[in-house]
């Protein structure tokens, strides 16, 4: 349990890291993709995009 944590967490800091770079390509942008200011802060919650990511995989990975 803890490796799948330790995934997440560090898929989470490399798309964080990544998320100027995804914007450029329309990735955070779709309809279904929560931007947000908090305190300051731009949060994004990418719902749409992380699924069209998901399928855009799954169909990738059916492929191979």
């Known amino acids: 349990m ?3 944590v330790f995934v997440v967490f560090l898929a989470t800091v490399l798309l964080s890291a990544a998320q100027p770079w995804l914007a450029k390509l ?3 942008r779709l309809p279904g993709d929560l931007r947000f200011r908090i305190f300051g ?3 994004s919650l990418p719902f749409a995009s992380s699924l069209l990511i998901s399928v855009i ?3 990738v990975m059916k492929l191979f």
């Open 57 to 59: 995989l799954l169909v």
């Open 41 to 43: 802060r731009e949060v």
């Open 26 to 28: 329309g990735i955070g």
């Open 2 to 4: 803890i490796r799948w």
